[in-house]
């Protein structure tokens, strides 16, 4: 009860926040080259609007379609009529479903796949919001006819089996992950694909996957899963993604340029926000750039403004937080840690930490790397990377193992090959292994890098590979073989007494094809994170 008080409070304080989107100049419906399906409840009318407008804003046109209950009132109907002019309501209740199901938003998708046989189709959540003035790869799959979709944490097109692979090492209970996870016996799956994205946004190509095509998808995936757990509220996301995923050239907008907000993402790098459930609640930071949008949408009319707006502080992640080694470890090895500081760290210490993990302190050298890794986070991606997903790491330069113990705890579907060429450190990284009974997933090899890795994971897709610049590991960038290898993200660490990332290194991992991150400084090295693009450059189209 506590609960619903809070919600319906924090709604009306929402919407009391937004109401100036009313007072925004109207946008225009017509035939375009695309269309933008949205359902739109009555009660969400004016968050509508704002990201109807602040889309229409960053694409510039296209028709506009809102697909309503029958029993909105027409005060609502007549507010959307004078803001969005043209606008084509459809009534959801004479949508027809076939054998799929009603509710759930299936209405949504049988009614976007019907009007791909003649156009192309953007769903648009009523929670979305556009905070670019211009959104070019939307545009750009627009103009060419191509699906897309926006995906959290680098997840892009995959075999319909592997999708199902991975949701089986993914601990939900979720109609959605148990839905994929009964891909493995859906008929055809070997030739099938899958994006495990957000049917908030997503585009959807004239041409593309039929009814006939959906309405199979929901009769297998019904029987498989169970007529009675398929009708809850999640599987329509399934089904969006499977008809992306299985149109005609599809693409996964970049990640974080299009995120969901509430995981860990550099903010200011965002264009267009999904914000999903609560999370439009939290910290302010939806009202604050909704204030900024509706600023910018009032300047079309010189006779209105919405006053100046704050925009709360942003994470940029170039200046990680101040952190602590004591924080990370476990409460009972505390005292004996401060003790072993006091009086000079002369002797080992082993220590537990919060997360699960052991190792050995030997002395300063130790403490500074440990405390960088788990105390300030300096291996933590600055944009989320979904666990289940990292299945390899490999890491160039792993000193007594700190590195690898971080990807053995945060990544626990991950194989770890970790080099190290020094023989003092690889012994006490063996040490440090044993400790955490890792040896079956960490794979430790001396000798040269460059060449092993060359031959070995030719093909090979490496989820995480780390580079360690205090072992010549960056050489390995220069060799042209490199390019043969499928590097999904790619983790540069670098002593700062050698100064800070080479602009020579920067261009070759842009010509590399990886987008990279801010580097981010702490006190005694510097980390540069880089991602594989998904998403062909705008500035060669």
Same mark, same amino acid.
Request: with cysteine.
């Given at each position: 009860?506590?609960?619903?008080?809070?919600?319906?409070l924090?709604?009306?304080?929402?919407?009391?926040?937004?109401?100036?989107?009313?007072?925004?100049?109207?946008?225009?419906s017509?035939?375009?080259?695309?269309?933008?399906?949205?359902?739109?409840?009555?009660?969400?009318?004016?968050m509508?609007?704002?990201?109807?407008?602040?889309?229409?804003?960053?694409?510039?046109?296209g028709?506009?379609?809102?697909?309503?209950?029958?029993?909105?009132?027409?005060?609502?109907?007549?507010?959307?009529?004078?803001?969005v002019?043209?606008?084509?309501?459809?009534?959801?209740?004479?949508?027809?479903?076939?054998?799929?199901?009603?509710?759930?938003?299936?209405?949504?998708?049988?009614?976007?796949?019907?009007?791909t046989?003649t156009?192309?189709?953007?769903?648009?959540?009523?929670d979305?919001?556009?905070?670019?003035?211009?959104?070019?790869?939307?545009?750009?799959?627009?103009?060419?006819?191509?699906?897309f979709t926006?995906?959290?944490?680098?997840f892009?097109?995959?075999?319909?089996?592997?999708?199902?692979?991975?949701?089986?090492?993914t601990?939900?209970?979720?109609?959605?992950?148990?839905?994929?996870?009964?891909?493995e016996?859906?008929?055809?799956?070997?030739?099938?694909?899958?994006?495990?994205?957000?049917?908030g946004?997503?585009?959807?190509?004239?041409?593309?996957?039929?009814?006939?095509?959906l309405?199979?998808?929901?009769?297998?995936?019904?029987?498989?899963?169970g007529?009675?757990?398929?009708?809850?509220?999640?599987?329509e996301?399934? *089904?969006?993604?499977?008809?992306?995923?299985? =149109?005609? #050239? /599809?693409?996964?907008l970049?990640? !974080? %340029?299009y995120?969901?907000?509430?995981?860990?993402?550099?903010?200011?790098?965002?264009k267009?926000?999904?914000?999903?459930?609560?999370?439009?609640?939290?910290?302010g930071?939806y009202?604050?750039?909704?204030?900024?949008?509706?600023?910018?949408?009032?300047?079309d009319?010189?006779?209105r403004?919405?006053?100046?707006?704050?925009?709360?502080?942003?994470?940029l992640?170039?200046?990680?937080?101040?952190?602590?080694?004591?924080?990370?470890?476990?409460p009972?090895c505390?005292?004996?840690?401060?003790?072993?500081?006091a009086?000079?760290?002369?002797?080992?210490?082993?220590?537990?930490?919060?997360?699960?993990?052991?190792?050995?302190?030997?002395?300063?050298?130790?403490?500074?790397? *440990?405390?960088?890794?788990?105390?300030?986070? =300096?291996? #933590? /991606?600055?944009v989320?990377?979904? !666990? %289940?997903?990292i299945?390899?790491?490999?890491?160039?330069?792993?000193?007594?193992?700190?590195s690898?113990?971080?990807?053995?705890?945060?990544?626990?579907?991950?194989?770890i090959?970790?080099?190290?060429?020094?023989?003092?450190f690889?012994?006490?990284?063996?040490?440090?292994?044993a400790?955490n009974?890792g040896?079956?997933?960490?794979?430790?090899t001396?000798?040269?890098?460059?060449?092993?890795?060359?031959?070995?994971?030719a093909?090979?897709?490496?989820?995480?590979?780390r580079?360690n610049?205090?072992?010549?590991?960056?050489?390995?960038?220069?060799?042209?073989?490199?390019?043969?290898?499928v590097?999904?993200?790619?983790?540069?660490?670098?002593?700062?007494a050698?100064?800070g990332?080479?602009?020579?290194?920067?261009?070759?991992?842009?010509?590399?094809?990886f987008?990279?991150? !801010?580097?981010?400084?702490?006190?005694?090295?510097?980390?540069?994170?880089?991602?594989?693009?998904?998403?062909p450059?705008?500035?060669?189209t």
């Open positions: 009860m506590f609960y619903r008080y809070r919600r319906k924090q709604v009306r304080k929402f919407d009391y926040a937004i109401r100036k989107i009313l007072e925004t100049p109207p946008v225009a017509g035939e375009m080259p695309w269309t933008v399906v949205s359902m739109v409840a009555d009660r969400d009318v004016p509508y609007l704002l990201a109807l407008k602040s889309f229409v804003r960053a694409v510039g046109r028709k506009v379609v809102a697909i309503i209950d029958r029993d909105m009132p027409q005060a609502s109907r007549n507010v959307l009529r004078d803001h002019k043209g606008i084509e309501f459809i009534i959801l209740e004479d949508i027809k479903t076939g054998e799929c199901q009603r509710g759930g938003t299936w209405e949504r998708i049988l009614h976007i796949v019907d009007r046989e156009e192309y189709v953007i769903q648009l959540d009523s979305i919001l556009t905070v670019s003035d211009r959104l070019e790869e939307v545009i750009f799959c627009c103009k060419h006819n191509i699906p926006m995906a959290d944490g680098f892009s097109l995959q075999p319909m089996l592997e999708a199902a692979q991975v949701a089986q090492a601990p939900s209970d979720y109609v959605g992950i148990v839905t994929e996870r009964a891909f016996k859906f008929p055809g799956a070997d030739r099938l694909h899958y994006i495990r994205g957000s049917s946004f997503a585009g959807f190509c004239k041409g593309g996957v039929t009814r006939h095509e309405t199979m998808f929901h009769r297998e995936l019904s029987a498989l899963v007529e009675r757990r398929f009708r809850e509220w999640g599987t996301q399934c *089904a969006s993604n499977f008809v992306v995923a299985n =149109s005609p #050239n /599809p693409l996964v970049p990640y !974080p %340029e995120a969901s907000f509430g995981r860990p993402i550099p903010l200011n790098q965002v267009l926000f999904h914000f999903i459930g609560a999370t439009r609640f939290r910290g930071y009202v604050a750039r909704a204030k900024e949008i509706i600023n910018k949408l009032c300047q009319s010189p006779h403004s919405a006053g100046s707006v704050l925009i709360p502080k942003q994470k992640f170039a200046k990680p937080p101040p952190g602590s080694l004591v924080a990370a470890i476990a009972e505390v005292p004996k840690y401060l003790a072993w500081k009086f000079g760290r002369k002797v080992a210490l082993t220590l537990n930490l919060r997360c699960k993990i052991r190792f050995e302190l030997r002395g300063s050298e130790d403490l500074y790397e *440990a405390l960088e890794i788990y105390g300030k986070g =300096s291996l #933590n /991606p600055p989320w990377l979904p !666990p %289940e997903r299945k390899l790491v490999v890491d160039c330069g792993v000193g007594v193992g700190f690898a113990l971080y990807w053995l705890a945060n990544y626990p579907e991950a194989r090959v970790a080099y190290e060429p020094r023989t003092d690889r012994r006490q990284l063996e040490r440090n292994v400790m009974k040896e079956r997933r960490i794979e430790i001396g000798g040269a890098a460059i060449g092993d890795i060359l031959t070995n994971f093909g090979q897709p490496i989820d995480i590979l580079l610049g205090e072992t010549s590991g960056f050489d390995l960038l220069d060799d042209e073989r490199f390019q043969g290898l590097v999904k993200a790619i983790v540069l660490t670098l002593r700062r050698t100064g990332f080479e602009e020579k290194i920067i261009a070759r991992l842009k010509f590399l094809g987008r990279l991150q !801010p580097p981010m400084i702490y006190e005694s090295s510097a980390v540069l994170w880089g991602f594989r693009a998904t998403f450059d705008m500035r060669a």
